[in-house]
């Protein structure tokens, strides 16, 4: 197999063109995602190749297409549902908390939910009211449920083959603004365990650790330090729940500052816990407090202002400023 460079929507789908062929077990169910190929065509054509008894398309009911998921995982299925968008995910919320997540505990380990929950989120791409949400941290809080989110196409293609294959329920959240951002795949390597995070780029002076759709501007954000004679190392977290603290703390007792990045509202954000996690087991390497960089804590903002409300380069460098004045 060679490699090839997709943007992040071609790589899901031909992660998922994969995980169909590899087993009759495996559906893909969602609003839109058969005839149509999905609102970002991250299916398309999958429903041609595997049928519609593979590629279903659903009625427009979350908490239904979640809960359908659910009884076909119990059959032996492993469904891989696609909540279109990510506010539209909360009428299925009791479902995911309440049945997919407790399942497994509830049954002392006999009953296994195999469900891959897919949901595009974050802003960046102008959109409406309950397009642009950012509810991982909503997730990550509950205990039963695994929660990834790729930076890059070639981790999207990989990760999204661990879901699939693994006996969890996981919560793929897919950064939308990063779908067309190209990358490599190789379909013949050997991938880093799901939950495993990587340094994006090395550094000395500082970590910053990131996520999804704000690895990017991190690295933008390195990049530019670099030419102020600052090096800035960028972690990929990749995962939320678990999160790989170890990388994290090896880091940052390189570094000795620590910058947490995400487009989430920085109240209660996944951003508090890293940096909770870190005093505790780092204290006397840190030469600086914590700093968070997040959304403000508001309703997500009309389209024509979410580039006031989205951290960006600007306000990355502004905390790497403040953390280095320390």
Same mark, same amino acid.
């Given at each position: 197999m060679t490699v090839?460079?997709?943007?992040?929507?071609?790589?899901?789908?031909?992660?998922?063109?994969?995980?169909?062929?590899?087993?009759?077990?495996?559906l893909v169910m969602g609003e839109d995602v058969?005839?149509?190929?999905?609102?970002?065509?991250?299916?398309?054509?999958?429903?041609k190749e595997f049928g519609d008894e593979r590629v279903l398309d659903t009625p427009l009911a979350e908490s239904g297409i979640v809960g359908t998921a659910i009884g076909l995982a119990l059959r032996g299925y492993r469904p891989v549902v696609e909540i279109q968008f990510d506010g539209f995910v909360f009428p299925a919320y009791d479902q995911i908390v309440t049945q997919l997540a407790k399942m497994r505990a509830r049954s002392l380990g006999k009953v296994k939910l195999p469900v891959v929950i897919r949901i595009p989120y974050g802003g960046g791409i102008g959109a409406v009211e309950h397009h642009s949400e950012s509810p991982e941290a909503l997730f990550a809080h509950v205990a039963g449920l695994k929660v990834v989110t790729p930076s890059n196409a070639g981790d999207a293609y990989w990760m999204m083959q661990q879901a699939v294959t693994g006996d969890d329920p996981v919560i793929f959240f897919e950064p939308k603004r990063r779908y067309w951002d190209k990358g490599d795949v190789d379909?013949?390597?050997?991938?880093?365990?799901?939950?495993? *995070?990587? !340094?994006? &780029?090395? +550094?000395?002076?500082?970590?910053?650790?990131?996520?999804?759709?704000?690895?990017?501007?991190? #690295?933008?954000?390195?990049?530019?330090?670099?030419?102020?004679?600052?090096?800035?190392?960028?972690?990929?977290?990749?995962?939320?729940?678990?999160?790989?603290?170890?990388?994290?703390?090896?880091?940052?007792?390189?570094?000795?500052?620590?910058?947490?990045?995400?487009?989430?509202p920085v109240f209660f954000g996944a951003g508090a816990e890293i940096a909770?996690?870190?005093?505790?087991?780092?204290?006397?390497?840190?030469? *600086?407090? !914590?700093? &968070?960089? +997040?959304?403000?804590?508001?309703?997500?903002?009309?389209?024509?202002?979410?580039?006031?409300? #989205?951290?960006?380069?600007?306000r990355v460098l502004d905390a790497v400023d403040r953390a280095l004045a320390y």
């Open positions: 090839q460079k997709l943007p992040m929507v071609k790589a899901i789908n031909e992660s998922l063109r994969r995980a169909l062929a590899a087993g009759p077990k495996v058969g005839r149509l190929g999905g609102v970002f065509r991250v299916t398309d054509g999958l429903q379909p013949g390597a050997a991938p880093l365990p799901l939950h495993r *995070a990587v !340094v994006a &780029r090395p +550094g000395q002076d500082l970590t910053l650790a990131a996520y999804g759709p704000m690895v990017k501007v991190c #690295l933008d954000a390195a990049r530019a330090a670099a030419e102020e004679g600052r090096s800035l190392e960028v972690l990929d977290l990749r995962s939320l729940s678990p999160l790989d603290f170890d990388t994290l703390q090896t880091s940052v007792e390189k570094t000795r500052r620590l910058v947490t990045v995400h487009e989430a909770a996690r870190v005093t505790e087991r780092s204290f006397y390497h840190l030469e *600086a407090p !914590v700093l &968070r960089v +997040g959304g403000y804590h508001s309703p997500y903002p009309p389209s024509r202002l979410e580039d006031t409300y #989205l951290p960006d380069l600007d």
